[in-house]
C-alpha cells in the first residue's frame, strides 16, 4: 500500500461527505495524519497572517470573528485524532501523538504570542463599550482576551519564547504520562484458574474475564486487568484476600515502581514547569494561575470547600471502617482492615443492612435499557428524542450513531455512543465533541461522543451494568447533553468549553435522574424475564444511597486537596512528588484503609495534559452545584417541572460559555449556589 498519499487522495483533507459531515472513520488511516496536520496547521497559519496583515483598523469582524472562522480544517483533523488516540490506538498513533501534542502547543502559542495580533484585540478590548456587541459577541471578545493574556501575551520576547518552550514540553510529558500508565494497565494480566481463583465472582464478571482471557491469549481461563471495570469488581467480590492485595497493589503501582513506565521524573518536571509558567505570567502559583479563570476564582475558596467536606467526612469514613472491622471480626477474620478489604467488606455491610447485592442489580440494569433510560430523559425535560442510525462511518466497529432531534422535530445533534473496554482505548469514560455547534455562517450541528470501559456480555450475553457504571453512562450523557443541545453563534462559547469547576455540573446533575423511582420502575426491568426491579430494592437502593460515603468522598477529596497543594508550591524544584503526596496525605489525617482515588503516578487528569491539574477540586465544585440544582426539583415536587427545566435549558445546557458560571447559575436558581447540599446528599450534614 502506498502510505505517501497525495493530499486529494488523504481523506481527512478530502470533503467530508458522510451524514452530519462526520469523519470518514472507514477510510482513516494513521499514515494519513501527520500530512493531514501539516496541511491544517499551514492553513491556520495562513489565516491569521491575513488578520494581522489586514490594513484595515481593527473591527470585532476583521479580527475576532475572522479568530473564530480560522483553524477550522485543524479543529476537524484534531478532533478526529485525539477521539481515536484516546479510544482506538495503536502503537503508530501513539507515535504520532507525541510528535503532534508539542506541535500544537507550539502553533497555539505562536498564534496567542503574536503581538500584531494581539494589538488588534487589545484594541477592541480597550474600545468595546463603543463598539455595539451582542452579549455573545461582547463575551467572545472577552474569552479570546483572557486566552491572549493567560498564554502571555503582552510580555517581553524572553518571558514569551521561554513560555512556549514549556507549553511544548508540558505537553510531550502529558503525552508520555498517559502511555506509561496504559503501558503499565497493558502489562498486567491476573490469570485466574480454577473455582479458587474465582471464589466470590459474580457471574457476569466471570463471563467478561473469560472474554479478557481470550484477549490476552489465556483462552479458557479468566484474566482480571487494571481497567477499572474489572478493578471495582474484583475488589468487591473476590473473596481470595490474597488475590485482592495482589490487584491493588498492581493498580496503585500504575507510573510507579522505577520501571521503564516509571512516570516520578515526569511528574516533577511537568511540577516544576508548571509553576515557572505562573511565575512568568505574575501568578504566585500554578494553582492561583489555574483558578483565576474559574467560578472558584482562588485556590482558597476551593480549599474552603474541601475542607469543610473533609472533616464530616472522615469522621463519617472512621466510624464505617469501625463497622467493617467488626465484619471482620464476626467472620472470625483475624487481620486488620486494608485498602484492598475496604470494597469488598463494604459490599458485605451493604447487603446485610440493605438486602443489596451489586451483582443482583446487574441483571436489571443491561447496557441498552440504561442507553433508553438516559435518552428518555432528554425527552421528558428538554423534548428531545434520538433516532438510531447505520450509515455514519463510527472510530469502531462497537461505536453506534443515533440522531438526535428537537422538540420541533428538527435534527440538532449526531450521537456517537462506544461503550465497551478493549486495549487500544484508554481506561475511563469520557464525553468528547468531533464538531462543537455553532451558527457564525449558518448553523453547524455538533457531533458528541460518548466513549465508556464498560466489560461487554459473555458470548450471547447482553452487557449488564453495575449501579455506579449506569451512574457513568448517565453522567457522560449528561455532558453529551451540554454538547448536543448548545445553541451559541460563536466556537469559542459553544457547549462543554465553561470554567473547568462549572463543566460538571450539566453531567453530575444528569445522574440525579437515574435513581429516581420513576426511571428505574420504567426502564430497570431484568434482562430475561422483562420483570420490573422489584419495588422493595428500588426503595432498599433509595435508603443505601448514603452508604459508604464516608469512603466514596474520603478517597475523593484527598486526592483533590492533594493536587490543589502540589500545584500551590511556589518553586517546586526538585520535587519528589510520591513524597509530597504521602506527606499532605499525612498531614490531612488519611484513614490508613483508603488509598486516594487516584495515586499521583497514574493521575491522568492531573498529569496527562493540563485538564485538571489544580482543578481536581471542580468535581465536588460542581457537585455543590448539582446538589443545589436538584434540589430545585425536589421543592418544585416534580422531577421533570417544565419552568424549572426550561430555565436549566436556557441557562446552562444550551448556554455554552455565554455569561460567566455564577451568572449562569443565578440564572437558573434564581439564587447563589449553598454547598449544605452537598453535604445532605452525601449524608454529612451535621445532624
Ligand atoms: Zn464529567
Redesign the pocket.
Given at each position: 500500500m502506498n502510505d505517501r498519499l497525495r493530499p486529494a487522495e488523504n481523506p481527512l483533507l478530502a470533503p467530508w461527505d458522510a451524514p452530519f459531515g462526520a469523519p470518514p472513520f472507514d477510510c482513516i488511516r494513521p499514515t494519513h495524519f501527520p500530512p493531514a496536520f501539516d496541511a491544517a496547521l499551514a492553513e491556520r497559519r495562513a489565516e491569521i497572517a491575513a488578520i494581522v496583515s489586514n490594513s484595515a483598523a481593527p473591527t470585532f469582524d476583521n479580527t475576532i470573528a475572522a479568530l473564530e472562522r480560522s483553524g477550522a480544517l485543524l479543529k476537524r483533523v484534531s478532533a478526529a485524532f485525539f477521539h481515536l488516540a484516546g479510544a482506538a490506538t495503536s502503537d503508530e498513533i501513539e507515535r504520532i501523538e507525541r510528535d503532534i501534542a508539542p506541535a500544537l502547543s507550539r502553533e497555539r502559542n505562536a498564534m496567542l504570542l503574536d503581538d500584531a495580533l494581539f494589538a488588534r484585540v487589545e484594541a477592541l478590548h480597550q474600545a468595546r463599550d463603543g463598539l455595539d456587541l451582542d452579549v455573545e459577541a461582547a463575551r467572545t471578545l472577552e474569552r479570546w482576551r483572557v486566552a491572549f493574556a493567560r498564554a502571555g501575551a503582552g510580555l517581553d520576547a524572553e518571558k514569551k519564547t521561554r513560555l512556549a518552550a514549556i507549553g511544548e514540553r508540558l505537553a510531550s510529558l502529558g503525552a508520555i504520562f498517559g502511555q506509561n500508565v496504559l503501558a503499565d494497565e497493558k502489562a498486567f494480566a491476573l490469570v485466574l484458574d480454577g473455582p479458587d481463583d474465582l471464589a466470590g465472582l459474580p457471574e457476569s464478571f466471570v463471563a467478561a474475564a473469560a472474554q479478557a482471557a481470550v484477549a490476552r491469549g489465556f483462552p479458557g481461563k479468566y484474566v482480571a486487568t487494571l481497567s477499572r471495570s474489572s478493578y471495582e469488581p474484583f475488589m468487591q467480590f473476590s473473596a481470595r484476600r490474597d488475590l485482592r492485595e495482589k490487584v491493588f497493589r498492581a493498580f496503585v503501582a500504575r507510573g510507579a515502581g522505577g520501571g521503564a513506565h516509571d512516570n516520578s521524573a515526569i511528574m516533577r518536571e511537568t511540577v516544576a514547569l508548571r509553576a515557572e509558567r505562573a511565575r512568568l505570567l505574575g501568578y504566585p502559583s500554578f494553582a492561583h494561575f489555574r483558578l483565576a479563570d474559574t467560578m472558584a476564582k482562588t485556590p482558597e475558596a476551593a480549599i474552603a470547600l474541601m475542607r469543610r467536606v473533609w472533616a464530616p467526612a472522615r469522621a463519617q469514613a472512621l466510624r464505617e471502617a469501625e463497622a467493617l472491622q467488626q465484619t471482620i471480626a464476626a467472620e472470625g477474620g483475624n487481620f486488620a482492615l486494608e485498602a484492598w478489604d475496604w470494597r469488598y467488606y463494604a459490599e458485605k455491610r451493604r447487603k446485610a443492612l440493605y438486602d443489596i447485592d451489586q451483582s443482583e442489580l446487574r441483571p436489571y440494569l443491561p447496557l441498552e435499557a440504561m442507553i433508553a433510560a438516559a435518552f428518555d430523559v432528554a425527552r421528558r425535560l428538554f423534548g428531545v428524542s434520538f433516532v438510531a442510525r447505520d450509515d455514519v462511518p463510527t472510530p469502531s466497529a462497537d461505536a453506534r450513531a443515533w440522531t438526535a432531534f428537537g422538540p420541533d422535530g428538527a435534527p440538532i445533534a449526531l450521537f456517537v455512543g462506544d461503550y465497551f473496554a478493549r486495549d487500544s482505548k484508554h481506561s475511563g469514560a469520557w464525553m468528547s465533541a468531533l464538531r462543537d455547534q455553532q451558527k457564525l455562517d449558518g448553523r453547524v450541528l455538533p457531533i458528541v461522543v460518548n466513549v465508556m470501559s464498560f466489560a461487554p456480555g459473555g458470548a450471547g450475553e447482553p452487557c449488564l451494568l453495575s449501579l455506579d457504571e449506569a451512574h457513568t453512562l448517565f453522567?457522560?450523557f449528561g455532558?453529551a447533553l451540554h454538547g448536543m443541545l448548545s445553541d451559541v453563534a460563536y466556537p469559542l462559547l459553544s457547549g462543554t468549553n465553561v470554567a473547568h469547576d462549572f463543566?460538571?455540573l450539566p453531567?453530575q446533575l444528569y445522574e440525579h435522574w437515574l435513581e429516581r423511582p420513576e426511571t428505574l420502575r420504567r426502564f430497570a426491568r431484568h434482562y430475561r424475564t422483562g420483570e420490573p426491579m422489584p419495588e422493595a430494592l428500588i426503595e432498599r437502593l433509595g435508603a443505601a444511597r448514603r452508604f459508604n460515603q464516608g469512603f466514596a468522598t474520603t478517597e475523593f477529596v484527598a486526592a483533590a486537596l492533594f493536587d490543589m497543594e502540589l500545584h500551590l508550591v511556589a518553586d517546586p524544584g526538585a520535587i519528589d512528588v510520591a513524597e509530597f503526596e504521602t506527606r499532605t496525605l499525612a498531614a490531612i489525617g488519611m484513614p490508613s484503609a483508603i488509598a486516594t482515588r487516584h495515586s499521583a503516578p497514574h493521575f491522568q487528569h492531573v498529569f496527562s495534559g493540563d485538564g485538571y491539574a489544580a482543578g481536581y477540586y471542580s468535581y465536588l465544585w460542581s457537585e455543590a452545584l448539582d446538589a443545589d440544582a436538584f434540589e430545585a426539583f425536589e421543592e418544585a415536587g416534580d422531577d421533570f417541572d417544565p419552568a424549572l427545566a426550561e430555565r436549566l435549558k436556557r441557562f446552562v445546557y444550551a448556554a455554552g460559555n455565554t455569561r460567566e458560571p455564577e451568572a449562569a447559575y443565578r440564572g437558573f436558581r434564581g439564587r447563589d449556589p449553598s454547598p449544605d447540599a452537598l453535604l445532605r446528599k452525601r449524608g454529612l450534614a451535621q445532624c
Open positions: 453522567h457522560e455532558h463543566v460538571e453531567s
